[in-house]
């Protein structure tokens, strides 16, 4: 089993930043995609950011395009998302996502149900 483990969500104001942090844990996992979801309220669960199994590619959501960053540590075993500009539609709980295996399509990358390892959650609150 892997764990996955987030942190760094907090209340901000509109235009503030936050990086948030997911840390792995457990079984040693290779080739295995990187992802961050948000879920808003009422909202469906929804691709923020994935890196690709080979480290080759990294895909962001339209929405957060230019204000957010996937990054890792490879050493600690944790990848981060830089979230800079924030808005209120930037509202959620994000989760910290893993999938084993050799696939970058974004087809298969960017649904939640293809990912086999997640985080608890982290809620993010962007006040105006």
């Known amino acids: 089993q892997v764990q996955l483990v987030e942190s760094g969500g907090r209340l901000v104001q509109v235009g503030d930043a936050l990086r948030l942090s997911c840390v792995a844990s457990?079984?040693?996992?290779?080739?295995?995609?990187r992802a961050w979801f948000r879920q808003a309220p009422g909202k469906e669960r929804e691709l923020v950011a994935v890196?690709?199994?080979?480290?080759?590619?990294?895909y962001y959501a339209d929405s957060v395009k230019g204000r957010f960053t996937l990054s890792r540590d490879n050493p600690k075993n944790t990848i981060y998302l830089q979230m800079n500009s924030l808005t209120p539609e930037d509202t959620a709980v994000y989760y910290c996502?893993?999938?084993?295996?050799?696939?970058?399509?974004?087809?298969?990358?960017?649904?939640?149900?293809?990912?086999?390892?997640w985080g608890q959650g982290t809620q993010v609150t962007v006040s105006s």
């Open positions: 996502a893993a999938r084993e295996g050799r696939l970058s399509s974004l087809g298969v990358l960017g649904s939640a149900s293809r990912y086999e390892y």
């Open positions: 457990g079984r040693m996992i290779s080739r295995f995609a």
């Open positions: 890196l690709t199994w080979d480290n080759q590619q990294t």
